[in-house]
């Protein structure tokens, strides 16, 4: 059995309803501020610190301007919440990671330059991710995934 770690703060999960360090990446999956049926896709490489940002179909994020967008800010914070700054910078491999304790300061801390990356292989994870939550039966609406569309997913 694996233990469960519970996570350093309490996670926004209406916000950025997927975080994981997998792949050599940070990654995961954003809901747009503005627009509840959209999420973006956005990730950090360990090492390099190429980020990227795109919506799930692989349009480039308009908030990508020469630094991170918000939503690689968002990421960042959850990944900080979640995990515990010390093990972001770890696996981000961020040389001055003293210090860092929210996803803003993650962020001045890397010197990448933006790099496209597919945004499938992240989207995908996180559309497995919500198969196999176990929601408990319910006939409420959950306010974490009403973003989400209510068409059926294509499997
Ligand atoms: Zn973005």
Redesign the pocket.
Known sequence: MLAVVPPARPRKLAKVPFVELADGRLQGV?SSGSDLDRV?V?SVTAGTHAYH??TNNNRP????RGA?????VALADEAVAGYGAERVVRYLRIDAGDGVTTGADLLARIDGRHEPAPASVVFDRFLRHLAYLELPGSTTPLPELHWFPSTPLER
Request: net charge positive.
């Open positions: 954003v973006y956005s940002c795109s994020c308009g908030g990508l991170p967008c918000k939503h690689l």
